[in-house]
């Protein structure tokens, strides 16, 4: 699952359905790939936004 997040975080235009066809391999269903993709696009959309308005990070945060 992580190689598949890292891949779509960092290449996203790489993507194939051999990615998707190895998390099936691995015991995903079609409902958890689609669950793992739509997490990890809502949060690489929503960091693109926050670093694209100039958003600074909260100062409790490291």
Known sequence: ???YVEKLTLAPGDMSEGD?????NAG???RDVLDICTVTAYYAYVNRI???L???LETWLP
């Open 28 to 30: 995903f269903t079609d």
């Open 20 to 24: 998707v066809a190895a998390l099936r």
């Open 1 to 3: 699952m992580l190689t």
């Open 54 to 56: 100039g958003v600074q």
């Open 50 to 52: 926050a670093d694209g």
